[in-house]
């Protein structure tokens, strides 16, 4: 009879053991994201690294009578308001968080951030760190910022899940998502200045995200907000808002349309560099894209807005130009009457020919060969060739 009390006991003792260590994650997800809202109304459990948001709220008798019963069930389940549970499906990461390395932020700096820079009903993609649960938007961008790889986050109100991202805007730039919340932790709020936009231009390929945007200013601060962005085209029809991986596009300008084109950044000032120009020469081939132009100064400009363009060539019986990739071409200039070219930097600088050598020869390796005034001709155009 002694035997059987005691074996009774150690029983009663190994189950409770068991219970008092059970798996985090095996709490209900339903309680965790109800202790959310409880947190948020002001609710103040006794639950480890958990603390009310709104400790001036006045709840109502039913809503502390529900928060105190779930606080219970998360007791019973170990919880502890900076676990990361995981829930079935690809979304959450299994990864675990990084170690915060960043000191404490100002209680406020969060509520200005989200004020500042945040996107409603929008979700930034890819470029997951973790992902946890938070009882509001702040408190998310709170941990967010402790957190040093954090520059993003994406908060959804169904679940309170707070979606921790490595890049700005995420992998791919912002979707439309309602529901959801999206913040970077740094943004770009200052005037827009518009002198960079080309009307009637479009920049075709090295897209990475297209959204409807209201408007060529709302296109722009999708563009700022999406860390690998650097121009944008905007289709007035649609409203649609097409951002960039680089500057003037994949292949440079197009002349459509209804159509507007801006790079991030741009140079306007006045051209300067026309002692570059080469009348009668023609640089062929490395051609990104061409266009008509009024002169060799719209020319320049349009190179300037292309992100590889380091030279063109203009024909003036048709007033088309083309805009190339390596400076003088592929193989460097040709004569060609009405064909002026140019390099967008060149040396213009005096021929020294103390490197001459008479009577000899560089056999093999040929580029291009064409009739040149003298050796200093001949020098000048080796320069323009890259």
Known sequence: MIKFVLALLLVNYVSSEGLGKKDPSKCSLKDESTMGVCLKRGYQPDLENCKAVDTDNKMKSKEV????????????????????????????????????????????????IVQKCAH??????????TNRIYGS????????????SCKSITYRASDRRCYFKSMEGGSTGPTT??????????CDRSTMKMSCQREGIVFYGADIRNIVSAGIEECIL????????????????????????KYGGASGPVITAGRTSMNMECDNS??????????????????????????????????????????????????????????GGASGPTIAAGHNSMNM????????????????????????????????ACVRMCRDTE
């Not at 079935?88 to 700096?109: A, H, V």
């Open 65 to 112: 009578k529900k928060c105190k019963a779930t606080e219970s069930r998360l007791k019973k389940c170990n919880y502890k308001c900076d676990e990361a549970p995981t829930l079935p499906g690809p979304e959450p990461t299994d990864k675990p968080g990084p170690e915060p390395t960043k000191p404490n932020p100002d209680p406020t700096k969060p509520d200005k």
């Open 137 to 148: 938007v702040e408190d998310c961008v709170e941990d967010c910022l402790r957190i040093k």
């Open 222 to 245: 999708f563009c700022r907000d999406t860390e690998t962005c650097k121009s944008i085209t905007f289709l007035e029809a649609g409203q649609r808002c097409y951002l960039k991986s």
């Open 270 to 327: 006045p051209v300067k560099n026309m002692d570059c120009l080469r009348e009668d020469e023609n640089f062929p081939g490395a051609d990104i894209r061409n266009i008509i132009v009024a002169d060799e100064e719209e020319c320049v400009k349009h190179c300037r807005d292309t992100e590889l363009c380091v030279s063109f060539t203009f024909r003036e019986s048709d007033h088309r130009c083309y805009l190339k990739s390596k400076r």
């Open 177 to 186: 998502a309602a529901g959801h919340t999206s913040v970077n932790m740094k």
């Open 120 to 129: 409603e009903n929008t979700n930034y993609p890819g470029a997951d760190i």
């Open 345 to 376: 930097e060149c040396d213009n600088s005096k021929v020294n020919l103390i490197c001459a050598e008479e009577d000899d020869n560089y056999p093999g390796y040929d580029l291009r060969n064409l009739v040149a005034d003298d050796l200093e």
